[in-house]
Every structure is written in C-alpha cells, then in structure tokens.
C-alpha cells in the first residue's frame, strides 16, 4: 500500500484528510476490507475504521460522528477524512488491509508506509 | 486508549527466548481467537508476525511462535537476534461495534 504524501499540519477545528493508493492488487478484491490505523507519537495503534470496495464502512464507535472514509475504485484509491481535529488527533497515519472472509478477521497483513500528521495552530 | 495490556518492555540476550503476554478480559482476548501480534521498528509501519492466536503469515521466521490461555495471549520469540529488537503491539477482535483494540507495546531490547 503506499500512502499520498499528507498535509503534515493541520489546524484544530480542522478537517484532516489523507488519501492510500493501493498497490497490492486492485481494490476491487472482494477478500479484503481497507481500514486506516493511527498512532499517536510515543503510544500505541487504534483502529480508525474500514471500507470494503462496495462502499460499506465500519468505524471505531469513539471516532465514529468525526470520520469519513471513502473508496475510488477507479483510483484504486480509498480515503479517509477527519473533522473538527484537536491535538489529540496528532498521529502517524496509516492505511492497512484486512481480510474480509470473516468479520472477526481483524489482523492487518498490509500497511501503508505512515504519514505523520500535527494538528497546531 | 489500549484495552489490551502488555509489559512495557523485556530484553534477552541474543539466543535466548523471551516471552511478551497480552492481557485482556473475556471482551476481547478471552472471548475470541481472534488475537494477534505485530512488529515494529522504529519509524517503520508495524509487520504482522501472528494472527488468530497462533498462525504465522508467509515469511515470518518459526521462531516466532504465539499461543493463547483464557484472557492472556503471549508471543514467544526464541532464538534472538538483533534486528528482533523493536516494539510488539498485540491485539484482538472485540465484537462487532468496536471491532478492534490494540495494546500499548511492549519494547525488546536484545542486550
């Protein structure tokens, strides 16, 4: 997977949004969900949420009325946006993929390379 | 907001094994075998070294090696090398709504 290089810096109030190209196969790939992870400096991941091809999604329930994630298969491209960012939203951003087979299927055998994104005024 | 907990961190020597558990609740590691581990190396995206508690992707070493009893997983690496040094996150399937949970890390440092 290779992430789109990321704004670096956005500000609070903000909406954060950040692109994954998918280079491992086409999208389309009905095995697999596409899901973004975050990490926040010096701490540990939390899943974000996760978009089949079709366009069905599924979030972290604690994030879920800020995010937005979205799928081109055209692109081979699938997105995620996150509004009203605060500082806590800072994070290496990763995107990642999962297969679909199960819906408990929830290890991530893929990842994007991580882009780092600061909320700060 | 880790719901899974490990050590902070272990160290062994090289050759040695070392074990690194994850413990959880019957919401997540002792309610699934859904668990599974990841490495990373700093600056570096996490690689998956096990999923569903004890099966090693394509490519992973079996020196990596990971089991499960009730609401702790544990992953056990014999044998350590150098480039084994990195910090290891596990995680498991928590239902539907919340889907999945990490833990904090643990950080192994080969003396």
């Known amino acids: 997977l290779l992430q789109e290089p990321g704004p670096g810096l956005v500000k609070p109030s903000e909406t954060l949004s950040l692109t994954c190209s998918v280079s491992?196969?086409?999208?389309?790939?009905?095995?697999?969900?596409w899901g973004w992870i975050r990490q926040p400096p010096g701490k540990g991941l939390q899943w974000i949420g996760s978009i089949y091809y079709s366009g069905s999604t599924f979030y972290n329930p604690s994030l879920k009325s800020r995010v937005m994630i979205s799928v081109d298969t055209s692109r081979n491209q699938f997105s995620l946006k996150l509004t009203s960012v605060t500082a806590a939203d800072t994070a290496v951003y990763f995107c990642?993929?999962?297969?679909?087979?199960?819906?408990?299927?929830?290890?991530?055998?893929?990842w994007g390379q991580g882009t780092l994104v600061t909320v700060s005024s | 907001q880790s719901a899974l907990t490990p050590p902070a961190s272990v160290s062994g020597s090289p050759g040695q094994s070392i074990t690194i558990s994850c413990t959880g609740t019957t919401s997540d590691v002792g309610g699934y075998n859904y668990v599974s581990w990841y490495q990373q190396h700093p600056g570096k995206a996490p690689k998956l070294l096990i999923y569903?508690?004890?099966h090693r992707p394509s490519g992973v070493p079996d020196r990596f090696s990971a089991s499960k009893s009730g609401n702790t997983a544990s992953l056990t690496i014999s044998g350590l090398q150098a480039e084994d040094e990195a910090d290891y996150y596990c995680s498991s399937y928590t239902g539907s709504t919340t889907y999945v949970v990490f833990g904090g890390g643990t950080k192994l440092t080969v003396l």
């Open positions: 990642a993929r999962h297969p679909s087979g199960c819906k408990s299927c929830s290890w991530f055998d893929s």
């Open positions: 491992v196969g086409p999208i389309t790939n009905r095995g697999f969900y």
């Open positions: 569903e508690v004890r």
